[in-house]
């Protein structure tokens, strides 16, 4: 991967079906990680050129005590396993989206989803900063290169660029972009940003 495309024109391409496009050269895998209710089936859904898979079940009573509601009241599914999509990228490039649940219960999970991953798009709410630490802590616990995309809500607050680095304790380099996890090209934004800093370290090293 030698630069990441600068412009989201082209990207999707909707309607592709299921097989690889013939231009396609270096197949990357990437978690999409982030707590429960942030975004990320939404995102994969946003931005996936095949029908995405989905492992979501309804939330019942007996969730009640192990699923914090609070900010997702509307919620009413949650993943339980993976989702899954793909986008084919400029140059030859194909990513493979994995969604990872964003649950503790979950966590046993967390080791297989990652095996082969190069990188995780993580998605904070601001809303909810504090639910984002245990999913940052099992990233970087893996040891897997991370961008943080800042999923809008229409409550969020503002904060600043200093603010919220501080409060997620995010190294300088880790790349940190708005993101609204419904919008197709700032969803590949968000994604790109992930690539290029991927890029950057490879060609670092």
Excluded at 28 to 54: C, M, N, Q, R, Y
Excluded at 65 to 87: E, M, N, Q, S, Y
Excluded at 107 to 112: F, T
Excluded at 129 to 143: A, K, M, Q, W, Y
Aim: some cysteine; glycine content about 8%; overall charge negative.
């Amino acid at each position: 991967m030698a630069s990441a495309p600068s412009s989201t024109s082209g990207l999707r391409q909707p309607g592709s079906g299921p097989h690889l496009p013939d231009t396609a050269r270096e197949l990357v895998k990437i978690l999409v990680a982030g707590p429960f209710g942030v975004g990320k089936t939404t995102l994969i859904d946003s931005v996936s050129e095949i029908t995405p898979l989905h492992t979501e079940e309804q939330l019942t009573e007996a969730s009640v005590a192990v699923d914090d509601l609070a900010g997702v009241r509307d919620k009413t599914t949650t993943t339980v396993a993976i989702d899954f999509g793909r986008i084919s990228l400029p140059g030859g490039v194909v990513l493979y989206l994995f969604g990872t649940p964003g649950q503790e219960r979950f966590r046993s999970l967390w080791d297989d989803i990652a095996y082969g991953a190069l990188g995780a798009l993580v998605l904070v709410d601001t809303r909810r900063i504090d639910d984002s630490f245990d999913v940052l802590g099992l990233v970087e616990e893996t040891g897997l290169p991370y961008a943080v995309a800042l999923n809008t809500f229409p409550d969020s607050r503002s904060y600043t660029e200093d603010q919220l680095r501080a409060a997620l304790d995010l190294e300088p380099g880790t790349p940190m972009v708005a993101c609204d996890a419904r919008e197709t090209n700032s969803s590949i934004d968000a994604l790109l940003a992930l690539v290029q800093h991927l890029i950057d370290r490879s060609a670092g090293t």
